[in-house]
Nanobody, 115 residues
Framework: QVQLVESGGGLVQAGGSLRLSCAAS????????MSWYRQAPGKERELVAT????????NYADSVKGRFIISRDNAKNTVYLQMNSLKPEDTAVYYC????????WGQGTQVTVSS
């Protein structure tokens, strides 16, 4: 079955960096687009970044453009989210996602940015 396991979250001061990882299994990773979403307390889940199967095209939410970088390693079945210049408003649970027929989600990893 499809499994997505996120890691790399934590507590960081504003201006700092974190790199999230998502290890995927149970499907042909190299043929699927992958995304990162986040959900802050009391808010709806929002799309942060997407990368196509080859990694050649990426898209970002305006709120993270220029600060976050999504990448993937198809040999390792892993997608990454490099987060730089973090702000308190980036505090959220971050989820890895893929979609083919249904939406598939990981368990999430907490990112907390202190001011």
């Amino acid at each position: 079955q499809v499994q997505l396991v996120e890691s790399g979250g934590g507590l960081v001061q504003a201006g700092g960096s974190l790199r999230l990882s998502c290890a995927a299994s149970g499907f042909t990773f190299s043929s699927k687009a992958m995304s990162w979403y986040r959900q802050a307390p009391g808010k709806e889940r929002e799309l942060v970044a997407t990368i196509i199967s080859t990694g050649a095209i990426t898209n970002y939410a305006d709120s993270v453009k220029g600060r976050f970088i999504i990448s993937r390693d198809n040999a390792k079945n892993t997608v990454y989210l490099q987060m730089n210049s973090l702000k308190p408003e980036d505090t959220a649970v971050y989820y890895c996602n893929t979609r083919f027929g249904a939406f598939y989600w990981g368990q999430g990893t907490q990112v907390t940015v202190s001011s």
